[in-house]
């Protein structure tokens, strides 16, 4: 409509003896005809995994006969990431790759559990991985060149298929077995596997009856899936540790001050989120909008806090791109009608976020300097995790369309108490004076709105830097206190205050 419109504004300029326009227009149209019949186009060839296909049924085959048959030198593999790492498939594809001799395969993913032998210095110029969010598993190789990081917004990452910026030739992902009606679910990650099982030229799962079955945008009816290989897996659980007083007083700090009865929450994994969730058990009608959630989200649902009755966005659901933790929590969303798992890039829509009320975004972070500065994905230049959807949740919190979000960064106190002063004076110093260099920001100092440490809590938003620097070396640890504010003088030209 648009691009015939355009061409009647071009033949009126070529009646009115204007041609310069006209061919101008001329030239604008057809562009813009050209761009709408390629987007028609991906729209139009974009699968929709819900409908079954008439008279298409997957292959049951093993692994070695799946990767004999598909595998090969140049494509770009995508792997399903998370509790659903399809480890059976992993390991039989990296074989294949070295007894064939194939180079130059490409894997895409988000972080996965479980070994990865495709970053083993013995596959190198056979597979190389490309982390768009990384872990534990991936990080020598990446640091030793042999191995990618992608830094991107979690929101973002299915837009690299749906756009064709990165052009898939298998997904490898785990289902659970076919329901009656011919539906597999995904399992505790739909995340950004959905949009890559809809751009996939061929998709082999595994099947694992050890998945929880989820609801959401989990399903994928198995006509589109080519390639069926059963393996049962125990699920990747990633334990918790035990909180500790810092930690439990954090948890404390930011349930009592930072997060009202009827909020949203977004939390992440770890001793600290634990600790708060652990901390709002006298809250009241609480809901869940959130990237990824874990074992404490249970415990808070069972004792009644959280119902999600006041939620704009699918109310009374629990709402999450992926999980992870133990067994606890994949029982607990295990064909469960309050837990939604969606594609995260509904989930971490920064215009769908907004709308929830009293969004309260809980994020961690490993440095923050004098500014407000957050680096979170690297410690210096190594990559530890990802960008992920910590800006997302923060900027979603921020513009609530109530008013009422509360945007909000967290530190870790070290863990290891033999040198609990020396690591404490280090993360400290490099917290709120100056980066290390070669460390990656990736929630500018124009986002924070909250700092929390264990000796109290500042308030970023609206303050100049002179100011910045005063709360922040005020929730420093005492010891260090008078040097950082040395420091802050040295590098603003002016002692750091409150007014």
């Known amino acids: 409509m648009t691009s015939r419109i355009l061409l009647r504004v071009v033949s009126d300029c070529a009646a009115s003896s204007l041609p310069l326009l006209a061919n101008r227009c001329r030239g604008f149209a057809h562009r813009l005809s050209r761009w709408s019949h390629t987007y028609a186009s991906t729209l139009h060839t974009q699968q929709e995994p819900f409908h079954p296909i008439p008279n298409k049924y997957p292959v049951w085959l093993n692994a070695d006969q799946v990767f004999d048959k598909l595998l090969d030198s140049n494509q770009k593999i995508f792997i399903h990431g998370g509790a659903a790492t399809p480890a059976h498939l992993i390991e039989r594809m990296v074989e294949a790759g070295k007894r064939r001799q194939l180079s130059n ?7 996965t559990e479980g070994e990865a032998p495709y970053n083993e210095p013995d596959c190198d110029g056979i597979f190389r991985s490309n982390s768009l969010f990384t872990s534990s598993n991936c ?8 191995a990618d990081f992608t830094p991107i917004f979690l929101s973002e990452i299915p837009l690299l298929f749906r756009r064709g910026f990165v052009q898939l030739d298998v997904a490898l992902i785990m289902v659970t077995p076919p329901d009656r009606h011919g539906f597999c679910s995904l399992g505790p990650s739909v995340d950004c596997t959905r949009a890559a099982i809809q751009n996939a030229r061929y998709i082999v799962a595994q099947v694992n009856p050890k998945l929880p079955r989820t609801r959401g945008d989990a399903s994928i009816h198995c006509s589109h899936i080519d390639c069926m290989v059963h393996m049962p897996q125990p699920m990747h659980e990633l334990a918790g540790r035990e909180i500790n007083p810092e930690e439990q007083k954090i948890g404390k700090l930011i349930a009592d001050n930072l997060v009202a009865n009827g909020a949203t929450l977004q939390t992440g994994i770890g001793s600290i989120p634990d600790a708060v969730l652990g901390s709002l058990t006298e809250h009241k009608e609480l809901g869940v909008h959130t990237e990824m959630f874990s074992d404490g989200v249970v415990d808070l649902t069972e004792a009644g806090a959280i119902t999600n009755s006041r939620k704009k ?6 709402v999450t791109g992926f999980v992870i933790g133990t ?36 994020n961690s972070c490993i440095e923050i300097d004098l500014t407000g500065q957050v680096v979170s994905d690297s410690i210096g230049s190594r990559i530890y995790s990802g960008v992920g959807g910590q800006m ?19 530190c870790s106190p070290p863990r290891r108490r033999a040198a609990a002063k020396f690591l404490k004076l280090q993360l400290i110093t490099k917290l709120i004076h100056c980066t ?22 500042a308030q970023l938003w609206g303050k100049n830097l002179r100011q910045r620097a005063h709360h922040l070396v005020q929730i420093a640890h005492p010891d260090h206190r008078e040097a950082l504010e040395k420091a802050a003088y040295e590098r603003l030209g002016c002692m750091p205050s409150a007014d």
């Open 436 to 457: 290390v260099p070669g460390a990656g920001v990736v929630t500018t100092r124009a986002h924070v709105h909250y700092v929390v440490t264990e000796y109290g809590i």
């Open 327 to 362: 067994n606890k929590v994949f029982n607990f969303i295990d064909d469960n009608a309050m837990v939604e798992l969606c594609d995260i890039q509904f989930v971490n829509q920064v215009s769908v976020i907004n709308l929830n009320p009293r969004v309260t975004a809980i």
């Open 392 to 410: 997302d949740f923060i900027r979603g919190a921020a513009l609530s369309t109530d008013g009422l979000g509360c945007p909000s960064s967290r």
């Open 313 to 318: 966005i699918k109310p009374g659901k629990i």
């Open 139 to 146: 990080r020598s190789a990446i640091q030793a060149g042999r």
């Open 105 to 111: 395969i490409g894997l895409i993913h988000i972080h």
